[in-house]
């Protein structure tokens, strides 16, 4: 069982930057595809960045078109822990922001294919 743990989460201005943290328990963390889904309320869950092992120490990440060039997706498989660092951030980015892995190893954009979940940190961009 893998349990996955945000945090960094917070209230920031338009343009602002934050970074989220996910910890993961759990022993294969560093084959698992790991990614990062937000849901604003009244919207269903989206993709916003995946991180994919290709093999060895090699990783692929995938982005949504909407935050392509603003955020980052990273892991550090020796502290288990994946994260985002979101720069330029703007009022529609405000959402609960979910990490969540998969043992299928590709950060796919559909969350339905996701083993694990986190409980989500809030993420609200004011103007």
């Known amino acids: 069982q893998v349990q996955l743990v945000e945090s960094g989460g917070g209230l920031v201005q338009a343009g602002g930057s934050l970074r989220l943290s996910c910890a993961a328990s759990?022993?294969?963390?560093?084959?698992?595809?790991m990614g990062w889904f937000r849901q604003a309320p009244g919207k269903e869950r989206e993709f916003v960045a995946g991180t994919t092992w290709r093999g060895g120490s090699t990783y692929r990440a995938d982005y949504a078109d909407s935050v392509k060039g603003r955020f980052t997706i990273s892991r550090d498989n020796a502290k288990n822990s994946v994260y985002l660092q979101m720069n330029s951030l703007k009022p529609e980015d405000t959402a609960v922001y979910y990490c969540?892995?998969?043992?299928?190893?590709?950060?796919?954009?559909?969350?339905?294919?996701?083993?694990?979940w986190g409980q989500g940190t809030q993420v609200t961009v004011s103007s």
């Open positions: 759990g022993r294969t963390f560093s084959s698992y595809g």
């Open positions: 969540a892995g998969t043992k299928g190893q590709s950060a796919t954009p559909n969350p339905q294919l996701y083993d694990y």
